[in-house]
Each structure stands twice: as C-alpha cells, then as structure tokens.
C-alpha cells in the first residue's frame, strides 16, 4: 500500500481553441449584420446616378404630375381612367407591342397614379416599361 501523497496536476485551460471559435463567431456576426439605417420613412424619389441615357427608338413617352394628370407623348389625356390611360398608349405606341413605355413621374406623385399607367400598358400589351430618373447632380442644382 502506497501512502504516499500524490502530487495533483494543475488543470491546465487551452486557450487557443476558445480563441478561435470567438473569432468565427465574431466574423460571423460582423457579416450577417446590416448596417442600415431604420428611420421613419423618408423617400427622396426618383433620383438616380444613371452611366449614360439609353435612346429608345420606338418609345413612348408618359408624364404624370403630382396633382394626377397624364400625358402621352407630351399630348394630355382627359380622365384618369386605367381605359382611358390605356387607349391614349394604344395610339401613342408607334411601333406597336415592341414600344417601350417610359414614365416619368413627379417625386410627389401618387403611388396609384403610376401604377394605373403600368396597368394602363399592360392593358394595351405593351410590356417593356422603364421609369425615368435625373441624376443625383441635376436634383441638387434644383
């Protein structure tokens, strides 16, 4: 029998193995995370920094002001009917269902009043719509 008292180790705590799993996770929470930022609603549209203007030969051109009103290639339509909206596209489309519709809508027009243009064109078969924009530089000199 061996009374002797036994020397005890020291628990020994490795480190390196806790280091690097913080580090992963650490790296993954750096990419999972948004940065945004989440304020109450503010939209400044439509601005956007476009690279070049493209030319639509067979395009027709839709305006709608901020009180509701729209025209077709610079014509006024009279109503604001989806039918009415649609067959002034009808006779504005040149080269018929390849037109190209593109609207330009005033920042502060209504939401409804750009999508009964998009309904109006669908109506009409047209389905190449595009929305035009000014570039960040030209809505800061305004």
């Known amino acids: 029998m061996n009374f002797r008292p036994r020397q005890k180790e020291e628990p020994e705590i490795n480190l390196i193995p806790f280091i690097d799993?913080?580090?992963?996770?650490?790296?993954f929470l750096m990419l999972s995370t948004t940065y945004s930022k989440f304020t109450e609603l503010q939209l400044k549209l439509p601005v956007a920094d476009t690279e070049?203007?493209?030319d639509y030969p067979r395009e027709v051109l839709v305006s709608v002001s901020s009180e509701g009103a729209y025209t077709v290639n610079k014509t006024p339509v009279a109503g604001r009917s989806v039918d009415i909206v649609a067959a002034a596209l009808s006779e504005g489309a040149k080269a018929g269902k390849d037109s190209v519709v593109i609207i330009?809508?005033?920042a502060s027009a209504r939401h409804?009043?750009?999508i009964t243009v998009m309904e109006a064109a669908r109506r009409a078969g047209l389905s190449q719509i595009t929305f035009a924009t000014q570039s960040t530089a030209h809505a800061?000199?305004?």
């Open 140 to 142: 800061r000199g305004n």
């Open 104 to 106: 330009h809508a005033d």
């Open 112 to 114: 409804q009043d750009v």
């Open 21 to 27: 799993v913080l580090l992963v996770v650490l790296i």
């Open 52 to 54: 070049a203007q493209r």
